[in-house]
């Protein structure tokens, strides 16, 4: 899955969720976090491991609870974030990179076919695979591209809820910017 889908569909289900959009907008580049291991040759091994995305996160949890609980909220998105990011890129992760070299993989299809009746067909495949060499990622992928465009349909028709919800994620990100200036 391509970065921009990748920010863009945990984030519209925090904000969806009504859950602080400044902290939601201000964590939100950790979603695309994983994909830096691509600078390693190690793309969705790295990054996408149990390590940077349970383990540090976890103990970033447990942090928090004893010692900093104004930042459980916080720490209970960036895992949010991580762990969306590999569920997200399930077509190959190599999950327990350093200790299993393989990817994991899943891909469910779902087929339609009208020519003689009406077929619908479910299809689940998964197993493990040999670790790909991905170093290069495409920023938005056709169904980024429609999604973006279902998002401009949605917001003509609905322009007065779009305009409440663009000054809302305004307002976060103005809230967010002042957290970073602080």
Same mark, same amino acid.
């Given at each position: 899955?391509?970065?921009?889908?990748?920010?863009?569909?945990?984030?519209?289900?925090?904000?969806?969720?009504?859950?602080?959009?400044?902290?939601?907008?201000?964590? +939100?580049?950790? +979603?695309?976090?994983?994909?830096?291991?691509?600078?390693?040759?190690?793309?969705?091994?790295?990054?996408?491991?149990?390590?940077?995305?349970?383990?540090?996160?976890? +103990?970033?949890? +447990?942090?928090?609870?004893?010692?900093?609980?104004?930042?459980?909220?916080?720490?209970?998105?960036?895992?949010?974030?991580?762990?969306?990011?590999?569920?997200?890129?399930?077509?190959?992760?190599?999950?327990?990179?350093?200790?299993?070299?393989?990817?994991?993989?899943?891909?469910?299809?779902?087929?339609?076919?009208?020519?003689?009746?009406?077929?619908?067909?479910?299809?689940?495949?998964?197993?493990?695979?040999?670790?790909?060499?991905?170093?290069?990622?495409?920023?938005?992928?056709?169904?980024?591209?429609?999604?973006?465009?279902?998002?401009?349909?949605?917001?003509?028709?609905?322009?007065?809820?779009?305009?409440?919800?663009?000054?809302?994620?305004?307002?976060?990100?103005?809230?967010?910017?002042?957290?970073?200036?602080?």
């Amino acid at each position: 899955m391509d970065p921009f889908m990748h920010l863009l569909l945990p984030m519209l289900l925090l904000l969806a969720l009504r859950i602080d959009p400044k902290k939601v907008v201000l964590l +939100a580049p950790l +979603a695309v976090l994983p994909d830096f291991d691509a600078l390693f040759g190690l793309h969705r091994a790295l990054g996408h491991s149990f390590i940077p995305i349970l383990v540090l996160p976890l +103990a970033l949890l +447990a942090y928090s609870k004893y010692r900093r609980p104004e930042w459980m909220l916080g720490a209970t998105i960036v895992l949010f974030y991580l762990v969306s990011h590999v569920v997200l890129d399930l077509g190959g992760v190599a999950f327990l990179w350093p200790v299993v070299q393989d990817q994991f993989y899943f891909e469910p299809s779902i087929t339609f076919a009208a020519s003689d009746g009406f077929d619908l067909a479910f299809h689940f495949e998964y197993g493990t695979k040999e670790l790909e060499d991905m170093g290069t990622t495409s920023f938005l992928s056709d169904a980024g591209f429609a999604l973006m465009l279902l998002g401009v349909v949605v917001a003509a028709v609905f322009r007065k809820e779009a305009s409440r919800a663009l000054r809302t994620v305004v307002e976060a990100v103005k809230g967010a910017v002042g957290l970073l200036r602080r």
